[in-house]
């Protein structure tokens, strides 16, 4: 099986603008999680999608949004960059349907820099 | 709420030598507990995780981890280490009912030859 992709791989910005990744899950995983990781708070959850609803929502400010798709697909947005927002996005999927947490597998992740 | 704690930052050992990484976590319920490794420009893979069941715990690469309740532990282990090792190691933590996981500040392992 394919594993998760992510794209772009990376981004460079600027403060305020907008910006959205993407992110494709294993092929029969409906859970999609972001995370964001930088060297100051390391890694965070964002938000877990499934089934094209949000079922999991981490402590970010409202800047930070998501979707997903009818095929699983989920994409992330931020809104209003600021510098803070530099980091490694990352993207993970599970075959979790009752919400457990058993496998997630990561993608490589989008590396974002804000200038 | 959950957390986990990894002491130390960085750690050291030689190729060969045994390699223990710490992790304490604090969970209001029983825990699933994961520990990830991530190399330089790439995603994090699963090394091994506990979910119930038997508290020791096989992974990948000859990896291993034991729950200890009454320690609020879970440290990996492994019998001799070897350079392709070398990498940044996460232990983290989620809840049943919960899908996200809540992960530990991270220990770079450094194996010196």
């Known amino acids: 099986k394919a594993g998760v992709t992510q794209t772009p791989r990376y981004l460079i910005k600027t403060r305020g603008q907008q910006v959205t990744l993407s992110c494709s899950p294993i092929?029969?995983?409906?859970?999609v999680s972001w995370y964001q990781q930088t060297p100051g708070q390391g890694l965070q959850f964002l938000f877990e999608?499934?089934?094209?609803?949000?079922?999991n929502k981490g402590n970010f400010p409202g800047r930070f949004s998501g979707r997903q798709f009818s095929n699983s697909r989920s994409e992330m947005n931020v809104s209003t960059l600021e510098l803070g927002d530099s980091a490694l996005y990352l993207c993970?999927?599970?075959?979790?349907?009752?919400?457990?947490?058993?496998?997630?597998?990561f993608g490589p992740g989008t590396r974002l820099t804000v200038t | 709420a959950q957390s986990v704690t990894q002491l130390g930052s960085h750690v050291s050992v030689s190729e060969g030598a045994l390699v223990l990484l710490r992790c304490n976590y604090s969970?209001?319920?029983?825990?699933?507990l994961f520990w990830y490794v991530q190399y330089p420009n790439q995603g994090l893979q699963l090394l091994l995780k506990y979910t119930t069941g038997a508290t020791l715990v096989k992974g990948i690469n000859g990896f291993e981890a034991e729950f200890k309740k009454s320690e609020t532990s879970f440290h990996l282990t492994k019998p001799s280490a070897h350079m392709s090792d070398a990498a940044e190691y996460f232990c983290a933590v989620s809840v049943p009912g919960a899908n996200n996981l809540f992960f530990g500040t991270g220990t770079r392992l450094t194996v010196i030859p």
């Open positions: 969970s209001s319920v029983p825990p699933y």
């Open positions: 999608y499934f089934s094209e609803t949000q079922r």
């Open positions: 092929s029969g995983h409906r859970s």
């Open positions: 993970a999927s599970s075959f979790s349907t009752s919400g457990n947490s058993y496998e997630q597998y």
